[in-house]
């Protein structure tokens, strides 16, 4: 897997997209007082310092639903990481997304929830003004409709943002997604239908529903309906929240390391920022270090051997941690052969 350097190429767009952004903003009235290109600007800020990640086309690991982060607290491996991954056209088509943008910088932060009770009471002071905003950032998009108190309940939030190649040029998401690390322990629950694949139950978790760019979220209320421009905002963050959460469960596993495929060479960077290109980035991928005991083979026991067959790979939860254990031929072909079709992800 090469990397693909998507995070230095939105750290560069991000040069021309934020002062071209804000003369937009002063053009129609800047009702968020500036706040949305201050953080475009502690976005650009938080990519250049993250570790970044890159994932297979596709942005699926493991495939197994996320059942590995089941009743888990979910902690990101650094403060600040960025996932870049390549999501193939498949043809398909949704109302909510009409433009497929392959090309995706997935950027994941770990802060203290303090954070959310200073952001919401930025919006209640100023709720009156909003207006309709002011409810809906208020609110977000938790099935209990609670706002933001049960992400208050965790010690920490992960705030998952997203940037798109649209027409040759990198964009931001308008939303984000914050996740309280005690994810699966709080009542406050949500389905997207970007986690769900179309054989698989729900993947539920907690979340709620936050905006980068809320002007953006303002101009498709001229439109739509509130209900429904919350629905594609959470819509179009909702693939990448997945992305993250398979990072994660692939990281809970003790047989899955972090192998740099590209490093860092400051001299080298120098080098190419003086010829106009840009630098290369620290990458890692996910490696899973697969014993002989987990290769693919026939397995016999002191047990009567049941029909042969291919077992999927699985998670193992252990007392020590999880395991991921890879797909294997087990059983005895001459008891009979159970044919299965699997979609396997090298």
């Known amino acids: 897997m090469q990397a693909k350097n998507y995070a230095a190429q ?14 937009m903003l002063k053009a129609n009235g800047d009702k968020y007082f500036g706040l949305e290109a201050e953080h475009l600007k502690t976005l650009q800020g938080v990519i250049k310092n993250a570790v970044h990640f890159t994932m297979p086309d596709g942005g699926v690991l493991l495939d197994d639903s996320l059942k590995g982060l089941k009743s888990s607290e979910i902690r990101l491996p650094f403060q600040s990481i960025t996932i870049e991954c390549f999501i193939p ?22 802060t203290n929830s303090d954070v959310m009770k200073h952001i919401n009471d930025i919006v209640i002071s100023n709720k009156e003004k909003l207006g309709v905003m002011g409810d809906l950032l208020a609110k977000g998009f938790d099935a209990n409709s609670k706002g933001i108190d049960f992400l ?38 949500t389905q997207l239908e970007s986690l769900i694949k179309k054989d698989d139950d729900a993947v ?21 309906t509130p209900a429904y421009a919350m629905k594609e905002a959470a819509h179009d963050i909702g693939g990448e929240v997945r992305i993250v959460l398979e990072l994660l469960e692939a990281l809970s596993c003790r047989n899955v390391e972090q192998t740099i495929i590209q490093k860092c060479d400051k001299a080298l960077n120098a080098r190419r920022i003086n010829k106009g290109k840009l630098p290369l980035y620290e990458e890692r991928i996910l490696t899973i270090k697969v014993n002989a005991k987990q290769g693919t083979g026939t397995r016999t026991g002191t047990h009567e051997s049941p029909r042969q067959h291919l077992r999927r790979g699985h998670i193992r939860r252990l007392e020590s941690g999880n395991i991921w254990v890879n797909a294997c031929v087990v059983g005895s072909s001459e008891k009979g052969v159970i044919k299965k079709s699997y979609n396997v992800v090298a």
């Open 204 to 224: 539920a978790f907690a979340g709620h529903l936050g905006f980068l760019l809320p002007s953006i979220l303002d101009m498709r209320l001229n439109s739509v």
């Open 89 to 110: 056209d498949d043809g398909s088509f949704n109302e909510l997304t009409p433009n497929i943008c392959e090309k995706r910088l997935i950027v994941a932060t770990e």
């Open 10 to 23: 939105v750290v560069k767009s991000l040069d021309t997209f934020i002062p071209n952004y804000q003369k």
């Open 152 to 189: 208050l309940r965790s010690e920490r939030v992960i705030t998952i943002s997203a940037f798109f190649m649209n027409r040759g040029f990198w964009t931001p998401c308008y939303s984000q997604w914050i996740i309280p690390c005690d994810w699966d322990s709080l009542h406050g629950t």
